[in-house]
């Protein structure tokens, strides 16, 4: 993708700036819609290029104002982060489908080409599977997050039917990469290891997730802008299944930390997020855009230790 007027909401976040800087390198033009609740994690180099408004998604007035004359709408806002989610059930839900609505009239106000939402592996829930999920098999969301990400999945799906709005659905599995804060697994091990504490794991350890590097996912994301019509929905998943004791332990190695590695009980609200076992096939994704994410999570996690370093 090139010389397009892309907006991205969420864009000062973890996926979202890195997104942003992709954009921005390809030569587009860039406009963000944040109201940086993580702070601005956008290089400050990129942040000089782009145009940037700190706006609440839902505010749709100020969405559709700040959306004219753009060819595609990048939809990653959101709030999450399981203890977080579990904290603040109305606002997280508040947030996905007010959200939704905005950017929804401002592309049909707009005649904005194509919508890009960030949905979520979270959508399969607690299907423990022997295989890989693929977007076919029927969900089972289960927090509000997941809940509020497949009603817009849903609506994106039914804005085409209706409006002839093109939009595409990525359900991302577990992203990793430079940025990220400890509200997720990866950089918790992080900040433990560093300081030599414990590395504490929740439960047996045995649970698996399928980690994606997050250069990949916006490749992937980017790709998924340019092309396809209609309404789709696409897993953005390594199809790699790594339990997280591994993670621990994969860590703890590429630290070098003397940390030990703690299995303690989850706090009693993460209970119910507590998912035994998911990895997902990215088959729909290659098949339709030629790529899928191939950064072994070994491999991700060393180029971001060199990155953490400089
Ligand atoms: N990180 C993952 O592993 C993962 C997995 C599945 C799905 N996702 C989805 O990808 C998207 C990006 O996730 P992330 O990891 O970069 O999260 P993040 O929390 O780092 O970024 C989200 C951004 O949205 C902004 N935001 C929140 N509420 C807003 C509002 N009302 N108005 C404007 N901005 C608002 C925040 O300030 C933040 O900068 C989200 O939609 C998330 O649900 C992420």
Same mark, same amino acid.
């Given at each position: 993708?090139?010389?397009?007027? +892309?907006?991205?909401?969420?864009?000062?976040?973890?996926?979202?700036?890195? !997104?942003?800087?992709?954009?921005?390198?390809?030569?587009?033009?860039?406009?963000?819609?944040?109201? !940086?609740?993580?702070?601005?994690?956008?290089?400050?180099?990129?942040?000089?290029?782009?145009?940037?408004?700190?706006?609440?998604?839902?505010?749709?007035?100020?969405?559709?104002?700040?959306?004219?004359?753009?060819?595609?709408?990048?939809?990653?806002?959101?709030?999450?982060?399981?203890?977080?989610?579990?904290?603040?059930?109305?606002?997280?839900?508040?947030?996905?489908? &007010?959200?939704?609505?905005?950017?929804?009239?401002?592309?049909?106000?707009?005649?904005?080409?194509?919508?890009?939402?960030?949905?979520?592996?979270?959508?399969?829930?607690? !299907?423990?599977?022997?295989?890989?999920?693929?977007?076919?098999?029927? +969900?089972?969301?289960?927090?509000?997050?997941?809940?509020?990400?497949?009603?817009?999945?849903?609506?994106?799906?039914?804005?085409?039917?209706?409006?002839?709005?093109?939009?595409?659905?990525?359900?991302?599995?577990?992203?990793?990469?430079?940025?990220?804060?400890?509200?997720?697994?990866?950089?918790?091990?992080?900040?433990?290891?560093?300081?030599?504490?414990?590395?504490?794991?929740?439960?047996?350890?045995?649970?698996?997730?399928?980690?994606?590097?997050?250069?990949?996912? +916006?490749?992937?994301?980017?790709?998924?802008?340019?092309?396809?019509?209609?309404?789709?929905?696409?897993? +953005?998943?390594?199809?790699?299944?790594?339990?997280?004791?591994?993670?621990?332990?994969?860590?703890?190695?590429?630290?070098?930390?003397?940390?030990?590695?703690?299995?303690?009980?989850?706090?009693?609200?993460?209970?119910?997020?507590?998912?035994?076992?998911?990895?997902?096939?990215?088959?729909? !994704?290659? &098949?339709?855009?030629?790529?899928?994410? &191939?950064?072994?999570?070994?491999?991700?996690?060393?180029?971001?230790?060199?990155?953490?370093?400089?």
């Amino acid at each position: 993708m090139k010389n397009q007027r +892309v907006v991205v909401t969420g864009g000062a976040g973890f996926i979202g700036s890195h !997104l942003v800087s992709q954009l921005v390198e390809a030569g587009n033009e860039v406009v963000v819609i944040d109201i !940086l609740l993580r702070g601005n994690k956008i290089p400050q180099e990129i942040f000089k290029k782009i145009e940037f408004h700190r706006v609440d998604v839902t505010d749709r007035e100020k969405v559709i104002e700040i959306s004219k004359g753009a060819d595609i709408i990048y939809h990653f806002a959101a709030i999450l982060g399981v203890d977080i989610v579990a904290d603040n059930p109305i606002e997280t839900m508040e947030t996905e489908v &007010n959200g939704m609505q905005s950017v929804a009239a401002a592309a049909i106000q707009n005649q904005i080409k194509k919508i890009v939402y960030a949905s979520t592996s979270g959508v399969y829930g607690h !299907l423990a599977l022997e295989k890989s999920v693929d977007e076919e098999i029927l +969900v089972d969301p289960r927090t509000s997050y997941a809940m509020a990400k497949r009603y817009n999945e849903i609506y994106l799906a039914s804005l085409f039917e209706e409006k002839g709005i093109h939009s595409v659905a990525i359900r991302f599995f577990n992203v990793y990469g430079l940025r990220q804060d400890n509200r997720m697994v990866i950089p918790r091990f992080f900040e433990q290891a560093a300081v030599n504490d414990p590395i504490t794991v929740f439960g047996t350890g045995e649970q698996t997730r399928d980690f994606t590097y997050v250069e990949d996912a +916006v490749k992937a994301s980017i790709l998924l802008g340019e092309k396809g019509k209609g309404f789709e929905i696409f897993n +953005v998943a390594n199809e790699r299944e790594s339990t997280i004791g591994e993670v621990a332990d994969l860590i703890k190695e590429l630290t070098k930390s003397s940390s030990e590695i703690k299995f303690i009980d989850a706090p009693k609200k993460r209970y119910d997020y507590e998912v035994g076992r998911r990895f997902g096939s990215s088959a729909k !994704l290659e &098949n339709h855009i030629g790529y899928k994410p &191939n950064t072994r999570l070994k491999e991700g996690l060393q180029v971001l230790i060199g990155d953490l370093m400089n």
